[in-house]
């Protein structure tokens, strides 16, 4: 297929969007802001129990407040006969690749708590009032009676003898167990020089987007149909789920997701207010809305990340990776319908990386607890994978006294080897991952700051350079799932030459407007100002999965070039009745159909619309009228059968990007200061390089804060010890270094376009390169990083110990007698080696 | 419930008198009551910045003022910062630098950065860094907004004009 990046005229140019006059003179409208007449207020009660037993929730006195207008308990709600519990999400079949693997358990867990809570934060009643102040007094009348259970915080104990149980008719805590594995790992460690073992923790953090969380709820009683307002990432699938949820017969929901303030994978799941809200309105017969708080949301919105891998790795001497075996528990919370179970999969899948090792093993155990859900979050699984291969490498270059971007180098999948089948079976569309990483040391002046770390060393100072490649495959399909593979757009052309698309997902901030106008511009030839975009509305775009895993970009926009194609065949076929020419002799540019031969002949666009809508006569018979067309587009590169042992090729694009990161630490205060970052990003063609690189730089942001600041603690009650932004630190514009920016392009083979995913591999660096740097500048005190993230506290603890460890040897300053100890330590290390 | 009070509250130039609740937040005024739907609600802990408005004359934090509190005051909110339909300086150059995704932050980020330049027609990068540093944006990574009040800052100064 044809075209690259500048083959039109808009796309590629770094065009400012036509999304935002509006949201800039503050008229944009946000679920949030939707207000109807007659409209309630509801507020929830949430637990404050990590795990007990429900003796009892009593909300009489709550009913009794004036401007209360209703008030539930889970009890209440369950005796509602067409109310079922939460379906499952998004692997809706408990053997979602047919092979018995993953095996996954399910709960039935309703919109509010009926028999147990099992985290704090859980829904567990609800008060509307004629306003929202009203409705919280009511809160604080509930009289609730919970029998505490003990708590597990931790998948350890939550796996040994005789834990307690969390869902009790499950025998175990384990919801999931995935198994998967390529080659011959056990030969790659008969093979190896080296066996390498580590523990590596990553933190709990999440991507709390400044809109949190809205619902509101309109039901019309007479048509039994539920219109809800919804901050989702996947209106279409909600709108099912509620369906499934709600069976009151007949009834039809319309789910408006209209603009969405952010979602990074927080909204991309399906929660017990979407439901709750619903059915208010239902119950009660009068909108209902529900804006939640932010200690709500930071309780009650999935959190992500946690997980723990025991991972081995068979190496040779010369840094070359034979295999890997891989134990990963992820600590997931409670068992609520979230996307969690597929991220740690996903984990699962991408733990090789960037790297061509064909002999692995991965197990994957999805651990319940007394936490918060576990969740989408930008990076979905392949964040974790990608620190801990990242941090792998590492340590392999440590053993064996290796530069780390030489253990990368040489590891890397090579540029000739793609389209690249992973020893997981997902096909690697292409990528030149050591030009990505040269280019980027070359641009850190990686040399210069090595030269420069020996002259801090020798003053006892702490400078570190870490290095990382990322690879964040995007787009991604999970059969029997709600993540379907396709993507479907529905485009107009009206009788007066305005174009209005309909694509199927969901915009939270990616300006897809934007995006979708210049690719349609460009197909169509007619002004950019000329095409109107509308998302987020199940009723009147086609059915789809909704916006995830950088998705829009590979299949969205890849819909909307071939729909538009369609569309100016169809044009070109009523231009051809109408000028007595073959359609194939016939061009479309700047608001004209004309005769390629003879530009002389032509005829206005707008004519062309006006005869398919109002002079079909003129037309041959058979030809449909209008110009509407509908588009589905399935994913080129997916292939979803998964085999015996546990191999499907699941996503469909691989960008990816190097990092360099160079920091200085604080021995006294183990603060850290960022000197350099250097990031070259490639997602291939860029089809507006000023959202590209604004997608990457905001990434980045989230991915500073996982790795220096965001963390999610909970004490050994189960209580959260982060509950506002007073406790979770979101990086704020002091906290971003200057960073140098570069590009690669290579582009995407499978779609016409040649994009890829845009805007999730920022997020993912960050962990993994600064905790290589952090663990490069502490190297003198034999300092080990084995989890993010790396709080001044981690890092200053880390520093103590080290110090007893080397306390009351002779020294000018520490860091010097540290490494001569630690030089013999290498030494002895490297005499063991066969 | 206490009883009701009467405010008389300047908005964007323009007079609002309500009797209102003394409980009532001067962000939920704003929104419910005076329908300016456009100051945002994130956090409830004055730690995000969206429900930044500017109140005779300082910046102010909306989620955890009174409404009674802004009796006899003036306010700007993002509303009112265009002039005639056409963008202001600082909201033309946060569409030029890409200084916004979804948007939701950007009212409060506008109005911190109105103030900024009230007080400091010339910042340095660590002068805008400093007045933003108490809005939190989820999506840009923050650069692009201070590429975009560096900019407003220029060209304000050029036209000689106070934001």
Redesign the interface.
């Known amino acids: 297929m044809s075209a690259g990046p500048n083959a039109g005229k808009l796309v590629g140019t770094p065009m400012?969007?036509k999304?935002?006059?509006e949201?800039?003179?503050?008229?944009?409208?946000?679920t949030?802001?939707v207000s109807l007449p007659g409209m309630l207020h509801a507020a929830i009660l949430r637990s404050t129990s990590a795990h007990g037993r429900i003796d009892g929730v009593n909300v009489e006195r709550a009913l009794a407040l004036p401007g209360v207008v209703a008030a539930y308990t889970g009890a209440q709600l369950k005796e509602v006969p067409y109310l079922n519990p939460m379906a499952p999400f998004p692997f809706q079949s408990r053997d979602p690749f047919q092979k018995g693997n993953p095996t996954i358990k399910f709960f039935d867990h309703y919109c509010l708590a009926t028999d147990k809570v099992r985290f704090v934060g859980e829904p567990v009643a609800v008060v509307v009032a004629t306003d929202r102040?009203i409705a919280e007094d009511g809160l604080d009348l509930i009289e609730t009676d919970y029998e505490e259970l003990p708590a597990l915080v931790d998948t350890d104990r939550a796996q040994a003898a005789g834990a307690p149980l969390i869902y009790e008719d499950w025998g175990d805590n384990v919801m999931l167990k995935f198994r998967v594995s390529g080659g011959d790992v056990e030969q790659a460690f008969r093979d190896a020089d080296v066996v390498i073992k580590e523990e590596i923790h990553s933190g709990r953090f999440t991507?709390?987007?400044?809109?949190?969380r809205a619902v509101v709820a309109s039901f019309e009683a007479t048509t039994k149909n539920l219109t809800v307002w919804d901050t989702t990432q996947i209106p279409h699938p909600i709108s099912t789920l509620i369906e499934n949820t709600i069976a009151l017969p007949e009834l039809k929901v319309r789910v408006m997701a209209p603009?969405?303030?952010?979602?990074?994978g927080q909204k991309w799941s399906f929660y017990p207010e979407e439901v709750l809200i619903s059915l208010l309105a239902i119950l009660i017969r009068r909108p209902v809305k529900w804006?939640e708080?932010?200690?709500e949301h930071m309780v009650g919105t999935i959190h992500a990340r946690e997980q723990i891998h025991r991972i081995e790795a068979a190496v040779r001497k010369d840094g070359t990776i034979l295999g890997i075996k891989d134990h990963i528990f992820a600590n997931i919370g409670a068992a609520y319908p979230t996307g969690g179970l597929a991220s740690i999969v996903t984990t699962g899948m991408f733990v090789a990386g960037a790297y061509k090792i064909q002999n692995y093993a991965g197990e994957v155990t999805g651990v319940v607890t007394n936490k918060t859900p576990y969740g989408a979050h930008r990076g979905f699984g392949k964040s974790e994978a990608c620190f801990v291969i990242e941090r792998l490498i590492d340590i392999i270059a440590e053993h064996l006294s290796l530069d780390p971007p030489d253990v990368r180098l040489k590891n890397f999948i090579p540029p000739d080897d793609f389209p690249y089948v992973s020893v997981t079976g997902p096909r690697y569309d292409s990528g030149q991952y050591g030009r990505a990483l040269t280019k980027a040391m070359e641009l850190a002046e990686y040399s210069r700051w090595r030269a420069e770390q020996a002259r801090y060393r020798r003053e006892g100072k702490f400078l570190g350079i870490g290095t990382c490649l990322v690879v964040e495959p995007s787009s991604s399909t999970r059969m029997g799932s709600y993540n379907a593979g396709y993507y479907s757009v529905r485009m107009r052309m009206d009788p007066n030459g305005n174009v209005a698309v309909f694509p199927s997902g969901s915009d939270?901030?990616?300006?897809h407007a934007t995006s979708i106008s210049q690719l349609v511009a460009d197909e169509l030839s007619i002004p950019f100002d000329d095409i109107m975009v509308l998302e987020g509305d199940s009723l009147a775009c086609p059915y789809g999965s909704g916006s995830y895993s950088s998705r829009f970009s590979v299949v969205g926009t890849t819909a909307a070039t071939l729909a538009a194609r369609q569309l100016k065949e169809k044009i070109l076929n009523v231009a051809s009745v109408m000028l007595q020419k073959h359609a194939d002799l016939l061009e479309l540019a700047d608001g004209f159909v004309f005769v390629r031969e003879n530009q002389k002949e032509r005829v206005a666009l707008k004519e062309v619309s006006r005869t398919a809508y109002f002079s079909i006569f003129r037309l041959p018979e058979g030809m449909e009228p209008g110009l509407e067309i509908i588009y589905h587009y399935r994913d080129p590169n997916i292939e979803f059968h998964a085999d015996e042992r546990g191999r499907v090729a699941m996503f469909s694009s691989f960008p990816y990007d190097a990092e360099v990161a160079v920091v200085e630490i604080n021995p006294e205060t183990g603060t850290l200061k960022i000197l350099k970052f250097v990031t070259v990003h490639d997602c291939g063609n860029m089809l507006n390089p000023?959202?590209v690189?604004?997608?990457h730089?905001?990434?980045?942001?989230?991915g500073f804060g996982g790795a220096l600041y965001e963390e999610l603690p909970y004490d050994e009650n189960g209580q959260p010890l982060a509950a506002?932004?007073?406790d979770y630190f979101?990086?704020?514009?002091?906290e971003?270094p200057e960073?140098t920016f570069d590009h690669l392009v290579t582009p995407n083979p499978f779609t016409p376009g040649g994009f890829k995913g845009a805007g999730e591999t920022?997020t993912v660096g960050p962990p993994a390169v600064l905790a290589n740097a952090v663990e490069d500048a502490l190297r003198p005190l034999g300092i080990k990083i084995r989890q993010v993230p790396l709080s001044p506290m981690y890092i200053w603890s880390l520093i103590q110990s080290a110090r007893k460890r080397f306390s009351g040897r002779p020294t000018t300053h520490l860091g010097n007698s540290a490494a001569e100890l630690l030089e013999q330590e290498r030494r002895q290390r490297h005499r063991d080696l066969p | 419930m206490a009883a009701k009070r009467r405010i008389r509250v300047t908005i964007n130039g323009q007079i609002y008198e309500h009797e209102v609740e003394p409980r009532l937040l001067l962000i939920d005024y704003l929104r419910d009551v005076a329908g300016l739907l456009g100051t945002h609600y994130g956090c409830d802990t004055t730690s995000c910045g969206a429900c930044t408005i500017i109140v005779d004359g300082r910046s102010a934090k909306s989620c955890t003022r009174f409404a009674v509190q802004a009796d006899g005051q003036e306010i700007l909110t993002v509303e009112g910062l265009a002039c005639d339909g056409r963008l202001h300086p600082i909201q033309e150059a946060f569409w030029e630098h890409h200084a916004l995704q979804c948007g939701f932050c950007t009212s409060g980020m506008l109005m911190s950065a109105y103030f900024l330049l009230s007080k400091n027609p010339n910042p340095t990068d660590a002068d805008i860094k400093q007045g933003l540093a108490g809005n939190l944006c989820r999506c840009t990574g923050y650069l692009p907004i201070v590429a975009a009040v560096r900019s407003a800052a220029e060209k304000l100064t050029t036209k000689g004009r106070k934001p």
Do not use: N
């Open positions: 400012r969007r999304e935002d006059p949201i800039l003179l503050g008229q944009a409208r946000y949030q802001d102040y991507g709390t987007p400044i809109e949190t603009r969405i303030g952010g979602g990074y804006v708080t932010r200690r939270e901030g990616q300006g000023l959202i690189r604004g997608q730089l905001g990434a980045l942001a989230h506002s932004f007073k979101l990086p704020t514009v002091m971003i960073l920022g």
